[in-house]
């Protein structure tokens, strides 16, 4: 046999079927066999293969085993010249096995061997090449030095970025993801080191390997696509726990040649570590600092304001001054933390409206016990006037105009392209363009001649070919390319994504049923969900109450301090803007029938409560094309929440202002 590979499968259905499709492609001129080991899957993924791939060799596990020992149970099994550890949640091209079995012929002294391996943005994975991270190399992959200088010799080591991508050389490790490796070597080697749950054994495999006098390589030949940590999205496993704990037993292993040496490597996992930590919660701990600061600013104001009130206040006696600044600020962030205020992802708003009351609750009721050092409660009172705008108001401003705590998939329309010209394109298009569920306009085919461009099929223009893919991206802004499960090979797919690695667009692959698109950190399935079954937030009571409130207090502010301006405005000018066309119909809010933001109209055809009719809406700022209200509507509806109706507000007054300046 040619061929052993050798996959490890964790609730990654989706991924898997796509990779044993392609492959089918790569290894179809091979004697070859598959061996999937899935860890204790709860998506159906064992069921799945031995349903649709009887002729995978499956092993099911009662529970999540790890890495290192699932693929030790694989590789007792393989009979293959050759063995391949493979994700799941990858793709090859059609040469790779063929490649990389010639690389190994041609070079006698490789071991083992890993590809190039791409993002699914087209970018390199920088750990498909890497060297064993020694206390000069970890030095400067925790200082940051490696990101400063990646053409450096010197500081860049550890992703040996001053390297050229497109040449061959020898490593010292190379990606777990896509690992081939002689059988003879694995048979004088061993296995992984089941020590290693997962992480670090890749690197512990080809540093064994390297003592046992073979050496590893990097191919650049052929190319595959890694999503990358597909399997841990979907577990409770602790990534980050895990990943150090393997470097930590790593450097015991290996590394450990002296107790200085262990202490400089220990001491930048560690600080590697602690910066991984921060950086995933990066948003709680600016969120902490800004509450700090605006807390003790707001108590400072407070206390010139009744210094200013009240002549006769002293204000704060001087020994108390640093519990006064210290002790209630602490109160409030505790109080925050418990109402859930601080997240990793997200600037909570209504919570912190929450955190305020509850703090100021409980230091009003200190000032009872701690005379000495209590404030004045008017000082408390205008102190907490002031954060409610402050602490609010930070927020709103970062989440509205710098999109911060704001999820980068809030896109109002994809605008996708389908790659390929033949049935399958066209009835993928179709699909997409029709779904209830998704705001999305299909631009266009790409075809695979310059011939086919300005052409129609199946009632889509063909726009270009796959030579000029990439201008075609810009024209049109499209921001989502879809490849058919047919008519396309892997490498010229791998060849679309690798030149188009500069265009921020989000490649998507069709399962071969065409029921559902693998992209990156998502699956989504294709066909339809029913309407009924659908959760709108627009019908939730929470959502309505907040909306009702929201359209009322920006109703009396306008109708204060915007309507009597333009009203008059109108009166000496017969002249009409949108604006103020706008402006003008605010009171019609206070009817109950109106909101500032919703449907144009509330007869949608369908029996479903979409929101009551809109001043404005994503039919204003999206400009629908004929028979896409609905769906606009309907997306609203699901989707709904304050800071949308912010958002929405805030493209229309840009909108109604260049029209005005245009006109």
Same mark, same amino acid.
């Not at 600013?297 to 704060?316: C, H, M, P, Q, T």
């Given at each position: 046999?040619?061929?052993?590979?050798?996959?490890?499968?964790?609730?990654?259905?989706?991924?898997?079927?796509?990779?044993?499709?392609?492959?089918?492609?790569?290894?179809?001129?091979?004697?070859?066999?598959?061996?999937?080991?899935?860890?204790?899957?709860?998506?159906?993924?064992?069921?799945?293969?031995?349903?649709?791939?009887?002729?995978?060799?499956?092993?099911?596990?009662?529970?999540?085993?790890?890495?290192?020992?699932?693929?030790?149970?694989?590789?007792?099994?393989?009979?293959?010249?050759?063995?391949?550890?493979?994700?799941?949640?990858?793709?090859?091209?059609?040469?790779?096995?063929?490649? @990389?079995?010639? =690389?190994?012929?041609? /070079?006698?002294?490789?071991? !083992?061997?890993?590809?190039? +391996? *791409?993002?699914?943005?087209?970018?390199?994975?920088?750990?498909?090449?890497?060297?064993?991270?020694?206390?000069?190399?970890?030095?400067?992959?925790?200082?940051?030095?490696?990101?400063?200088?990646?053409?450096?010799?010197?500081?860049?080591?550890?992703?040996?970025?001053?390297?050229?991508?497109?040449?061959?050389?020898?490593?010292?490790?190379?990606?777990?993801?896509?690992?081939?490796?002689?059988?003879?070597?694995?048979?004088?080697?061993?296995?992984?080191?089941?020590?290693?749950?997962?992480?670090?054994?890749?690197?512990?495999?080809?540093?064994?390997?390297?003592?046992?006098?073979?050496?590893?390589?990097?191919?650049?030949?052929?190319?595959?696509?890694?999503?990358?940590?597909?399997?841990?999205?979907?577990?409770?496993?602790?990534?980050?726990?895990?990943?150090?704990?393997? @470097?930590?037993? =790593?450097?015991?292993? /290996?590394?450990?040649?002296? !107790?200085?040496?262990?202490? +400089? *490597?220990?001491?930048?996992?560690?600080?590697?570590?602690?910066?991984?930590?921060?950086?995933?919660?990066?948003?709680?701990?600016?969120?902490?600092?800004?509450?700090?600061?605006?807390?003790?600013?707001?108590?400072?104001?407070?206390?010139?304001?009744?210094?200013?009130?009240?002549?006769?206040?002293?204000?704060?006696?001087?020994?108390?001054?640093?519990?006064?600044?210290?002790?209630?600020?602490?109160?409030?962030?505790?109080?925050?933390?418990?109402?859930?205020?601080?997240?990793?992802?997200?600037?909570?708003?209504?919570?912190?409206?929450?955190?305020?009351?509850?703090?100021?609750?409980?230091?009003?009721?200190?000032?009872?016990?701690?005379?000495?050092?209590?404030?004045?409660?008017?000082?408390?009172?205008?102190?907490?006037?002031?954060?409610?705008?402050?602490?609010?108001?930070?927020?709103?401003?970062?989440?509205?105009?710098?999109?911060?705590?704001?999820?980068?998939?809030? +896109?109002?329309?994809?605008?996708?392209?389908?790659?390929?010209?033949?049935a399958d394109s066209v009835k993928i298009a179709e699909k997409l363009g029709s779904r209830h569920t998704e705001v999305r306009k299909i631009a266009g085919l790409i075809g695979f001649s310059q011939k086919e461009a300005g052409s129609i099929i199946g009632g889509f223009d063909v726009l270009g070919s796959i030579e000029n893919i990439a201008k075609v991206i810009r024209d049109k802004n499209i921001n989502e390319v879809i490849f058919p499960p047919t008519g396309i090979s892997y490498q010229q797919m791998m060849g679309i994504v690798s030149s188009c690695r500069n265009e921020n667009v989000d490649f998507k692959i069709t399962g071969q049923g065409m029921d559902f698109l693998v992209g990156k950190t998502s699956v989504s399935l294709l066909d339809d969900i029913p309407l009924?079954?659908?959760?709108?937030?627009?019908?939730?009571?929470?959502?309505?109450?907040?909306?009702?409130?929201?359209?009322?207090?920006?109703?009396?502010? +306008?109708?204060?301090?915007?309507?009597?301006?333009?009203?008059?405005?109108?009166?000496?000018?017969?002249?009409?803007?949108?604006?103020?066309?706008?402006?003008?119909?605010?009171?019609?809010?206070?009817?109950?029938?109106?909101?500032?933001?919703?449907?144009?109209?509330?007869?949608?055809?369908?029996?479903?409560?979409?929101?009551?009719?809109?001043?404005?809406?994503?039919?204003?700022?999206?400009?629908?094309?004929?028979?896409?209200?609905?769906?606009?509507?309907?997306?609203?509806?699901?989707?709904?929440?304050?800071?949308?109706?912010?958002?929405?507000?805030?493209?229309?007054?840009?909108?109604?202002?260049?029209?005005?300046?245009?006109?």
């Amino acid at each position: 046999m040619d061929l052993s590979i050798i996959i490890v499968n964790y609730n990654v259905k989706e991924f898997l079927q796509n990779l044993i499709f392609s492959i089918r492609r790569a290894a179809q001129h091979l004697n070859h066999e598959i061996i999937v080991i899935d860890n204790a899957s709860d998506d159906g993924s064992a069921e799945f293969i031995s349903d649709k791939f009887p002729d995978v060799t499956l092993i099911e596990n009662k529970e999540n085993i790890g890495f290192s020992r699932a693929n030790n149970m694989g590789l007792k099994l393989a009979r293959g010249k050759y063995l391949l550890l493979l994700n799941p949640d990858t793709l090859v091209q059609e040469n790779t096995f063929t490649e @990389m079995i010639n =690389f190994f012929e041609m /070079h006698p002294e490789a071991g !083992l061997a890993g590809c190039k +391996i *791409l993002n699914p943005d087209g970018s390199l994975q920088l750990a498909c090449r890497r060297s064993f991270p020694g206390p000069w190399t970890s030095f400067c992959k925790v200082t940051g030095l490696s990101t400063l200088f990646p053409n450096s010799r010197i500081f860049a080591r550890y992703n040996l970025t001053y390297l050229n991508e497109n040449q061959t050389y020898e490593v010292d490790a190379v990606s777990g993801s896509f690992m081939m490796i002689r059988n003879e070597v694995y048979k004088k080697i061993g296995g992984l080191d089941e020590q290693f749950f997962m992480y670090g054994e890749d690197l512990d495999w080809c540093f064994r390997i390297q003592k046992g006098g073979y050496k590893v390589f990097y191919v650049h030949n052929t190319e595959i696509i890694h999503y990358k940590g597909e399997s841990t999205r979907r577990s409770s496993l602790d990534e980050t726990k895990h990943f150090y704990s393997a @470097m930590h037993l =790593f450097v015991k292993k /290996h590394l450990s040649t002296s !107790l200085l040496v262990e202490i +400089i *490597l220990r001491s930048a996992i560690i600080a590697r570590k602690f910066i991984a930590f921060l950086g995933a919660r990066k948003l709680i701990v600016l969120a902490i600092i800004a509450d700090i600061f605006f807390f003790n600013l707001s108590l400072l104001l407070a206390e010139k304001v009744y210094e200013s009130i009240r002549k006769d206040w002293l204000g704060f006696p001087l020994f108390s001054l640093k519990i006064i600044y210290t002790i209630p600020v602490f109160i409030h962030l505790v109080t925050a933390a418990s109402a859930g205020v601080y997240k990793k992802d997200s600037l909570a708003v209504l919570k912190n409206f929450i955190a305020l009351l509850l703090s100021f609750v409980i230091l009003s009721s200190l000032t009872f016990f701690f005379k000495e050092f209590a404030y004045s409660r008017a000082v408390v009172l205008i102190t907490y006037i002031i954060l409610f705008f402050m602490l609010s108001g930070w927020r709103i401003v970062l989440r509205l105009f710098f999109r911060v705590g704001v999820k980068p998939d809030e +896109i109002f329309r994809k605008r996708s392209l389908v790659v390929g010209s033949n049935a399958d394109s066209v009835k993928i298009a179709e699909k997409l363009g029709s779904r209830h569920t998704e705001v999305r306009k299909i631009a266009g085919l790409i075809g695979f001649s310059q011939k086919e461009a300005g052409s129609i099929i199946g009632g889509f223009d063909v726009l270009g070919s796959i030579e000029n893919i990439a201008k075609v991206i810009r024209d049109k802004n499209i921001n989502e390319v879809i490849f058919p499960p047919t008519g396309i090979s892997y490498q010229q797919m791998m060849g679309i994504v690798s030149s188009c690695r500069n265009e921020n667009v989000d490649f998507k692959i069709t399962g071969q049923g065409m029921d559902f698109l693998v992209g990156k950190t998502s699956v989504s399935l294709l066909d339809d969900i029913p309407l009924i079954e659908l959760s709108y937030n627009i019908s939730s009571p929470l959502m309505k109450f907040l909306k009702a409130v929201f359209d009322y207090s920006l109703a009396l502010f +306008i109708l204060l301090f915007v309507y009597p301006f333009i009203y008059l405005l109108s009166k000496l000018s017969s002249r009409k803007t949108e604006f103020r066309n706008f402006i003008l119909q605010v009171p019609l809010v206070f009817t109950g029938k109106v909101s500032f933001v919703g449907p144009k109209n509330t007869s949608a055809g369908i029996n479903l409560y979409l929101g009551k009719r809109g001043l404005t809406g994503l039919w204003y700022i999206e400009t629908p094309e004929e028979g896409e209200m609905e769906k606009l509507d309907l997306y609203y509806a699901k989707n709904q929440n304050i800071w949308f109706d912010l958002e929405i507000l805030g493209k229309t007054v840009n909108i109604m202002w260049d029209d005005r300046h245009n006109g």
